[in-house]
T-cell receptor, first 112, second 112 residues
Framework: QKEVEQNSGPLSVPEGAIASLNCTYSDRGSQSFFWYRQYSGKSPELIMSIYSNGDKEDGRFTAQLNKASQYVSLLIRDSQPSDSATYLCAVPFLDSNYQLIWGAGTKLIIKP | DGGITQSPKYLFRKEGQNVTLSCEQN?????MYWYRQDPGQGLRLIYY???????QKGDIAEGYSVSREKKESFPLTVTSAQKNPTAFYLC???????????FGPGTRLLVL
């Protein structure tokens, strides 16, 4: 069964703190992982992609991947009110011709 | 300016009516996708196309049809067989299948 799991939230974080978003996936053969941000009523936009175990940093965002645990996370440092959105995790599944399977998303609220 | 356009932004369907959603991209991407998003759920794949004149069904293709006569265009028809069409419809494209997908602004379909 194709599964990408995320905590639906909402996750409430004070402004300036670190927000931690988590995602688990069921396909051990997956090789690439994507984080998208979606503001209410808008389409998803790519935040980060990660392909190798470990950390990948881009500005205030850090993606962390652990393939052995089938776990990928997104950290947002110095959280801003403009980071308030739903964050979607997407993973291409080998047994579905690499079709992207999407988590339901975690709603993040940054409190000023 | 390169990007993906979708029209209309809002679409109203009457019972028994077929409606067509437009998706155009000028990114020179080979692959194009149609997703459906319902409140609180992840994106679900309706159809995708990797090259012109070829397309494959996704997980929820019943009640929908597509065509890919030009590289730039991938219209989606919601037929009268789709009994619960109210949703947010998202078109995406990528250079090749498996790579990062970029989204259009979406079409919100409502039933009268």
């Amino acid at each position: 069964q194709k599964e990408v799991e995320q905590n639906s939230g909402p996750l409430s974080v004070p402004e300036g703190a670190i927000a931690s978003l988590n995602c688990t996936y069921s396909d051990r053969g997956s090789q690439s992982f994507f984080w998208y941000r979606q503001y209410s009523g808008k389409s998803p936009e790519l935040i980060m992609s990660i392909y190798s175990n470990g950390d990948k940093e881009d500005g205030r965002f850090t993606a962390q991947l652990n393939k052995a645990s089938q776990y990928v996370s997104l950290l947002i440092r110095d959280s801003q009110p403009s980071d308030s959105a739903t964050y979607l995790c997407a993973v291409p599944f080998l047994d579905s011709n690499y079709q992207l399977i999407w988590g339901a998303g975690t709603k993040l609220i940054i409190k000023p | 300016d390169g990007g993906i356009t979708q029209s209309p932004k809002y679409l109203f369907r009457k019972e028994g009516q077929n409606v067509t959603l437009s998706c155009e991209q000028n990114l020179n991407h080979d692959a194009m996708y149609w997703y459906r998003q319902d409140p609180g759920q992840g994106l679900r794949l309706i159809y995708y196309s990797q090259i012109v004149n070829d397309f494959q069904k996704g997980d929820i293709a019943e009640g929908y049809s597509v065509s890919r006569e030009k590289k730039e265009s991938f219209p989606l028809t919601v037929t009268s067989a789709q009994k619960n069409p109210t949703a947010f419809y998202l078109c995406a494209s990528s250079y090749v299948h498996q790579e990062t997908q970029y989204f259009g602004p979406g079409t919100r379909l409502l039933v009268l």
